[in-house]
C-alpha cells in the first residue's frame, strides 16, 4: 500500500520513469534556477554603461528579480496544488528561458528589466520540484532527493558564478544570457519528458485577491529592505513603505483567515513545527547571505588596503565553487542524519556549522586558501539545514499542501537574505577606510558582518530547538514517516519516561 501510495500508478499511461532519473532532472532544474541568479553578478558593475542607466537605475534589474520571485514563490506553489505541479514547474521554466532570451536581447533598461521579472517569476520551482519528489518518489528515496533538490540553489549558485565570470571577461555580455536560455531549454525539456505529472491536487478556486493582497504587501516589505539604504533609512517613501507593508499584510491575513480557500492556509502556517521551523529559516537566510557579501569583496579588494587580496571576479568564483560541491555532498549525510535523529536535530547541526564558519573566517581572512576552507565549511552547514527543512515543512502539511507550504519556507528564506543583504550593507558603508582617495569597507566591518552571521546562525539553532517531539501515529503518507521528524504527526507530546 505505501508503495502504491508513493508512485501512483496511471491507467493508460507507461510505468513512471526510474526515481534516479526524476530526481537528477528535477535538481538539474533547481540548478539552472539559482543559476539565473548568478549570471548577472560579474556585470553588476557595469550595467550602468551596458544599459545607458544612471546607477540607480541600473541596480532594478537586480530588484526586480527580487520582488518578482518573492510574489511569484508562494503564488506558484499555491497554484500547483490546485491544478498541477509538474504544469506549474514547466510554466516557471518557459517564463525563465523567455526572461534569458529577452535579456540577451537587451540593450536598454526597460528590457532588461522585464527579462529579469520573467527569470524571478520561475523562482518557485525548487519548491515544486521538492513537492512533485514527495508525491512520486517511494519512501526510502525522498529523504535524501529532497536535499539534494533544496541545495540546488546553493549548488547553482556556487558553480554558476566562475562560469558566468569566464564567460563575461571573454565573450559578449549577452552570451551569459543566451547561455542561460540554452541551459534553461534543456531543463524544460527534461522535465517534460520525463517528469510525471502528480495526481495529488487541492482542486477549488484560485484566491485571486489573497495572491493580489499578498503581492502588495511583500512587494512594499521588501522594496523598502533592498532600497532603504539609497533612499534613506529615515525618508518619507522608506517609513511609508514599512507602514504600507504592515497595513497590508495585516488585512491580507484577516481576509486570508474569513474565507474557505486561502491562497496561504494561516491556520496550518501557525502550527507549531510550520511555524518555528519559518521562523528558522528565515533566521538561517540571513546568515547564509553574509557570506556571499563579504568574501567576493575581501577577494577583490586591493592588496594595498592590508586585507584585501587583489583577484579578479574568475577567482572569485573558483573559491566559491568548492562549496556547491560540499553542498551536494552533504545532502545523502543530511538526509541519513535526518532519517536516524529527525530533521530537527539535522537542522541545528547545520546551523552549527555555519556559526563555526563564520567564527572562523573572523580570524582567517588573510589567505585565499583560507577564504576556501571557510567557504567550504559554511557550505557544509548550509547543504545539512538546506536538507532538512524540507522535511519539517512536509511532515506537518497534508500532501495536497505541500507545494505551497514549500513555496512559504523558501519565501521565508528569501526574506531573511533581503534583510541580511540591507544590514551588511549599511554597516559596509558606514564603518570605511580611505584608500587613495576612496572610501572602501573597514577590515573591522567585514569581521562585525560574519558576527551578525555567526549570530543569526546561533539564534537560528536556538529557534530550531522549539521545534517540537512528538510520538508518531499510524499515517497512510509514506514520505511523512521517512522525512518527518515524530514531532511532525500529532500534537500530542509523547509520553515522559
Request: charged share 10%.
Amino acid at each position: 500500500m505505501p508503495d502504491a501510495l508513493a508512485q501512483p500508478v496511471r491507467s493508460g499511461e507507461p510505468a513512471p520513469p526510474k526515481p534516479n532519473l526524476v530526481v537528477a532532472v528535477l535538481a538539474f532544474a533547481g540548478i539552472v534556477v539559482s543559476l539565473m541568479q548568478t549570471v548577472v553578478i560579474p556585470i553588476v558593475p557595469e550595467l550602468p554603461t551596458l544599459l545607458h542607466a544612471d546607477a540607480a537605475d541600473a541596480a532594478w534589474a537586480i530588484t526586480a528579480t527580487l520582488l518578482a520571485a518573492a510574489v511569484a514563490t508562494p503564488v506558484v506553489g499555491r497554484l500547483g496544488d490546485m491544478y498541477g505541479k509538474r504544469r506549474m514547474l514547466l510554466l516557471s521554466l518557459v517564463l525563465l528561458v523567455a526572461g534569458a532570451v529577452l535579456c540577451a536581447l537587451s540593450d536598454s533598461l526597460t528590457s532588461m528589466i522585464v527579462g529579469r521579472v520573467l527569470q524571478g517569476l520561475a523562482a518557485g520551482v525548487i519548491p515544486l520540484g521538492i513537492s512533485i519528489m514527495r508525491d512520486e518518489l517511494p519512501a526510502e528515496r525522498l529523504g535524501t532527493a529532497t536535499a539534494m533538490m533544496s541545495a540546488s540553489l546553493g549548488i547553482g549558485g556556487a558553480l554558476g558564478l566562475p562560469a558566468a565570470a569566464f564567460i563575461a571577461d571573454n565573450f559578449h555580455w549577452h552570451t551569459l544570457f543566451w547561455v542561460s536560455a540554452a541551459i534553461g531549454a534543456l531543463g524544460t525539456c527534461l522535465v517534460f519528458a520525463l517528469v510525471p505529472e502528480s495526481e495529488v491536487r487541492t482542486g477549488g478556486r484560485f484566491d485571486a485577491v489573497g495572491a493580489v493582497g499578498m503581492a502588495v504587501g511583500l512587494v512594499c516589505l521588501l522594496l523598502a529592505i533592498s532600497k532603504g539604504a539609497d533612499w534613506g533609512w529615515g525618508s518619507g517613501t522608506t517609513l511609508g513603505l514599512f507602514a504600507a507593508a504592515v497595513v497590508v499584510l495585516a488585512g491580507w491575513g484577516f481576509f486570508e483567515l474569513r474565507i474557505a480557500a486561502p491562497l496561504v492556509d494561516l491556520r496550518t502556517t501557525a502550527r507549531r513545527q510550520v511555524l518555528v521551523t519559518n521562523i528558522a529559516s528565515m533566521s538561517f537566510g540571513f546568515s547564509m547571505f553574509a557570506m556571499s557579501l563579504v568574501l567576493p569583496q575581501l577577494l577583490q579588494l586591493p592588496e594595498a588596503t592590508g586585507y584585501g587580496l587583489g583577484r579578479s571576479m574568475l577567482t572569485v568564483g573558483l573559491v566559491m565553487a568548492p562549496q556547491g560541491l560540499v553542498m551536494m555532498a552533504c545532502a545523502p549525510v543530511s538526509a541519513a542524519l535526518s532519517a536516524a535523529k529527525g530533521p530537527k536535530t539535522t537542522l541545528m547541526t547545520g546551523a552549527l556549522i555555519v556559526a563555526a564558519g563564520y567564527g572562523l573566517n573572523i580570524v582567517m581572512m588573510s589567505q585565499v586558501w583560507q577564504l576556501v576552507l571557510v567557504s567550504c565549511v559554511i557550505g557544509a552547514g548550509v547543504g545539512f539545514a538546506y536538507g532538512a527543512m524540507p522535511s519539517l515543512i512536509m511532515g506537518a502539511v497534508d500532501p495536497s499542501e505541500t507545494a505551497a507550504a514549500n513555496s512559504l519556507n523558501t519565501l521565508m528564506r528569501s526574506i531573511g537574505t533581503s534583510t541580511a543583504s540591507a544590514v551588511a550593507g549599511v554597516i559596509l558603508a558606514q564603518l570605511t577606510t580611505d584608500f587613495a582617495g576612496h572610501a572602501l569597507p573597514s577590515e573591522n566591518s567585514f569581521k562585525i558582518v560574519m558576527a551578525i552571521g555567526a549570530g543569526a546562525s546561533l539564534l537560528s539553532f536556538v529557534v530550531a530547538s522549539f521545534i517540537p517531539r512528538r510520538r508518531p501515529l499510524p499515517t497512510a503518507d509514506p514520505a511523512v514517516h521517512e522525512t518527518a521528524e515524530p514531532s511532525a504527526l500529532v500534537d500530542v507530546p509523547a509520553p515522559k519516561v
